[in-house]
Every structure is written in structure tokens, then in C-alpha cells.
């Protein structure tokens, strides 16, 4: 019954202080509209009814019903995101109401803000946690390994329809502002429901999101107000330290802005950052150095897979000048004994992925070194995850990696459940073209366990996955954690 469903809605949004009372009939009214009835029955329902995601699956059922929409995933999330905007607050007031919380505190502003995030199901929490999460010890410290599964996959009718349908440069990509109230269409997410919070950050305008797909606690995304294309220089740093000094109880960091070892969109300038510690964060420094000119920063490198100099200071001017200047160093560095080359043929190699965050009343800067490179045995990169490693890891390398936390394909969860069955049943692996790819990775490590059973076989594989993905991380180091390597590191420390 509409009625209802309409009813449990409007119930959900006062409870969630979307909308308040004395928005009730408005709403009502709007959802209506929606679904072109006239009339509407004042009917009685429980609080337990108000769940979100099973109140959208009626709505949206009504919808197909009606002939409204189409049935399909994608047809689906353009119209529930177009329900969810009757209750979802005007832009102006929701950043009213952010800036007066922030007079509060910053921390309180981003609580308001993350919290009507989910709520106004701009990030889909039903779907959020059927992602796959655990932690590995390695080496390194304790990793963070999620298996993506909150992104849809499309469906055959809505890829015929997006090849069918005309091509649209507006917004100009998904990090673009315009995307702020877009209805969207079969090829481009709609985002009716979504609000965006301007800030300043290098006397330039920029916008402040969270990610629709949180891979980590508070995971938002800092855009340009331009559609810009990715760039690593000095301003780099000012602006992500303009935005730790907004938010303090944030990091910030920025992919590099080279292909294999950027991020997926370097068309638009753009950061991420958020309320968690990542493992790269945790790493101690292991050796100290000091660069002339810059003796009250602190600088050392980091005890990582991949090659990061982390400075610290007080003062984080010193760091951004100190920052800069590695950064110009790196760009023209080659030494061909260790196999970094500045650039081939007049393509640039060298680039950084910085992260800035506080610690305390304390600024740190890490820097990572990358290096986009290909050869004929590695054709993919050589910093980048090695052939071996693909069937668990092929993607490239970005900034969430980078810091210790592997994002893996959707994939990977029917394949590592097959595998579970085929190792405890004793089957061969190959003869199932779905998992075929993991036999020489399970050939690797079956003889350290001497008892595999039903019950810890999982446990066992996401324990070797991490693995895995600790050796990507190496891969992905210019300099590795040898002794061999270390010096390799400390020769371009010395042209500092």
C-alpha cells in the first residue's frame, strides 16, 4: 500500500531529523507527486517499520508497478534517489547548519555532516556493510584488507541504454560541483540527494563530500571547484594543509598525478582524507636525516613497503617548503644502478603521493615516492603490483593502498568461496575457470598449514591475501626494505 510506505518514510526522516514535524504534509504532498497519486489514507504503523532499505524496496516496487520506472539496479538507484530528496534539506540550510556546529567545533560539524550523509542514503549504509573487512599482520604493521561489494553492477538493459543514449559532458566528471541536486541518467549516478559543503583552501574555491563507498571511517573526498587535471607541486601542500587546519581531527592526501600510479580520475584535482589512522600512519621512523636549510624539520624515513620520507614539524610552512623541494629534486632524479629514471624519451617518471595530517600539536608530511616506468617484463609498471600477484591484485596502486589499505574487486568474495570449498574438498582448482588463476597462488602456501578444515579455511586464505597485498606494497616501492635498496634511498636523501 503507498500510503503506508509514503507514511513509514516521513516517519523515518523526522526520526533521523531530516525534516522536521512541521514538514510532515509538505513531504507527504512531494512523495505523491512522485508517484503521481492524488490520493493518500493516514494509516497506522509501528517504529520498528521505519527501516530505510526495506521501506525503498517497497517504494520502488510501487514504482515498477506503476510502469514508473524500469526494474533494474540502475533504473532503481535513479529513483530512490530522487524519493530521498523530498526529505533531504535544501543546500543553504544544510550549510547553515554546518557552519553553526562548526562555531562548536570542527569535529562536531563533520559528525552532523557524515551523519546526514547516511542518512539521506547519499552513502547507501545497507550496502556499505555487506562490504568485506578484516585485518592482516604483516611486517609492517597491521594492514587493512576490504573487498568492495557496495558498488552495483550494471545490468545488460542499462549498458545497452547508456550506449544507446547521447553523450553528455554535464557534470563533467563525478567529483565535478554540478553534480550537487543531479538527477543523473543510466550512465552518470544520480545525486539529487547529495550536498556538498564549500570551503577555502588556498584562497580558491573548493568543495568537501564524503565518499559514496567509505572504505574507512569518514572517507571524504576534497575537490577543486574546477574541472582542473591533477597536479603535484608546492600549492599541493599548502592545500592540504589549509584543509588540516579546517578539520585537525583529519588527515588529507592526494594521489600522485601520473598514470599507473595515480589515482582513477586525474582529470579533476582532487584529495581524500577522513577520521582514521592507517597503518602507514602508524610506522615508525627508522632512520632519521636532516637536509641543509631545514634542520629544525624533522625528516626521517618511514619503516614502509613503499619508499616514504615523513616530516615533521611544528611549523607547517617549513614542511611545505621542505616538501617542495623534495619534490623538484625527485622529479629530476636518475640513478640507473638503482632503476629510477627521471623520465624516457621525454615522458616524466618521477612523482610523489603526500598525505598531511596532526598529530598532537604536531604536523607531519609523508611523502611517498612513485615511479610510473614500464618495461617489456612489466609491461603494467614496474612499481606497480607484479604479474604473480594479479589474480588477487591488478589494479593500480593510489593513495588508499598507498597508506596500508587494500581495496580488492568485488570479485574476489565468490572466488575466495569457491576456493574455500575446493581446498577442503580436495578438487582440483583448475578445472573451475572461476578460480583456475588462484591455483599456483594456493600451491604457494597449502604445505605451512598442517590441518585445513571447513571451519578455519577462510580464515587461512584472507590471512594469504594479506600477504599478498603486502607484496604489492613492496612492489610499489622504488627503494626496497634491503639493505641494498636502503642505500639506494639514502644516495638521493643525500642530494638533498
Known amino acids: 500500500m503507498l500510503s503506508k510506505s509514503i507514511k513509514k518514510l516521513v516517519e523515518y526522516g523526522i526520526k533521523t531529523e531530516l525534516i522536521p514535524e512541521c514538514e510532515r504534509i509538505y513531504t507527504t504532498n512531494l512523495l505523491l507527486e512522485l508517484f503521481k497519486e492524488d490520493e493518500y489514507e493516514d494509516v497506522v504503523i509501528e517504529d520498528e517499520e521505519t527501516n530505510l532499505e526495506e521501506i525503498l524496496k517497497e517504494l520502488l516496487d510501487e514504482a515498477c508497478a506503476r510502469g514508473i520506472i524500469e526494474d533494474s539496479i540502475v533504473y532503481r538507484d535513479l529513483f530512490d534517489t530522487k524519493i530521498m530528496n523530498c526529505l533531504v534539506p535544501r543546500p543553504a540550510q544544510v550549510q547553515e547548519t554546518f557552519a553553526k556546529k562548526y562555531e562548536v567545533s570542527p569535529k562536531e560539524a563533520t559528525n552532523y555532516y557524515y551523519k546526514l550523509s547516511q542518512d539521506s542514503d547519499y552513502i547507501r549504509r545497507y550496502r556499505v556493510c555487506k562490504d568485506r573487512k578484516w585485518k592482516v599482520e604483516s611486517p609492517y604493521g597491521e594492514i587493512d584488507i576490504t573487498i568492495n561489494l557496495s558498488k552495483p553492477e550494471k545490468d545488460p538493459k542499462a549498458i545497452a541504454a547508456a550506449k544507446n543514449s547521447k553523450s553528455s559532458s554535464y ?36 568543495g568537501f563530500q564524503y565518499s559514496p563507498y567509505v572504505y574507512y571511517n569518514e572517507h571524504c573526498i576534497v575537490f577543486n571547484g574546477q574541472h582542473t587535471p591533477m597536479k603535484i ?33 586525474l582529470s579533476h584535482d582532487h584529495f581524500q582524507g577522513g577520521n582514521y589512522t592507517f597503518a602507514m600512519a602508524k610506522a615508525p621512523i627508522e632512520e632519521t636525516f636532516s637536509v641543509k636549510g631545514f634542520e629544525d624539520v624533522e625528516a626521517g624515513i618511514v619503516h614502509w613497503p613503499l619508499s616514504v620520507i615523513r616530516l615533521r614539524g611544528k611549523d607547517e610552512t617549513r614542511l611545505i617548503e621542505l616538501g617542495a623541494h623534495i619534490l623538484d629534486k625527485w622529479r629530476g632524479y636518475t640513478d640507473e644502478s638503482a632503476f629510477v629514471y627521471a623520465n624516457t624519451d621525454g615522458e616524466p617518471h ?34 606497480h603490483p607484479h604479474a604473480q600477484w594479479h589474480n588477487i591484485k591488478k589494479e593500480n596502486i593510489g593513495l588508499i593502498e598507498v597508506m596500508g589499505l587494500a581495496v580488492l574487486p568485488a570479485r574476489l568474495k565468490e572466488e ?25 597462488w594456493v600451491e604457494t602456501f597449502l604445505s605451512k ?6 571451519e578455519n579455511v577462510m580464515d587461512i586464505l584472507q590471512e594469504e591475501v594479506g600477504i599478498v597485498f603486502t607484496h604489492v606494497l613492496e612492489d610499489a616501492g622504488v627503494y626496497k626494505c634491503t639493505e641494498e635498496g636502503r642505500e639506494s634511498f639514502r644516495k638521493f636523501i643525500s642530494v638533498l
Not at 350 to 358: D, E, G, L, S, V
Not at 425 to 434: C, H, L, M, V
Request: hydrophobic content about 35%; overall charge negative; aromatic content about 8%.
Open 416 to 440: 575466495l568461496e569457491i576456493l574455500a570449498d575446493y581446498i577442503v574438498e580436495g578438487k582440483d582448482i583448475s578445472s573451475n575457470e572461476k578460480i583456475e588463476k588462484h591455483k599456483k
Open 171 to 206: 557534470p563533467k566528471c563525478q567529483l565535478c560541483v554540478e553534480n550537487e541536486g543531479y538527477a543523473g541518467r543510466v550512465n552518470h549516478p544520480a545525486r539529487e540527494n547529495h550536498r556538498i559543503m564549500p570551503i577555502t583552501i588556498n584562497d580558491s574555491a573548493w
Open 233 to 265: 607541486e608546492k600549492q599541493t601542500f599548502i592545500k592540504l594543509f589549509d584543509f588540516v587546519k579546517l578539520f585537525p581531527h583529519y588527515f588529507l592526501g592526494s594521489n600522485a598525478d601520473l598514470p599507473i600510479v595515480g589515482g582513477s580520475i
Open 449 to 454: 598449514y598442517s590441518e585445513i578444515t571447513k
Open 350 to 383: 618521477n612523482t610523489i603521493t603526500p598525505i598531511a595530517r596532526k598529530v598532537g600539536d604536531t604536523y607531519e608530511l609523508d611523502l611517498a615516492l612513485r615511479n610510473n616506468i614500464t618495461t617489456e617484463e612489466h609491461p603494467l609498471g614496474v612499481y
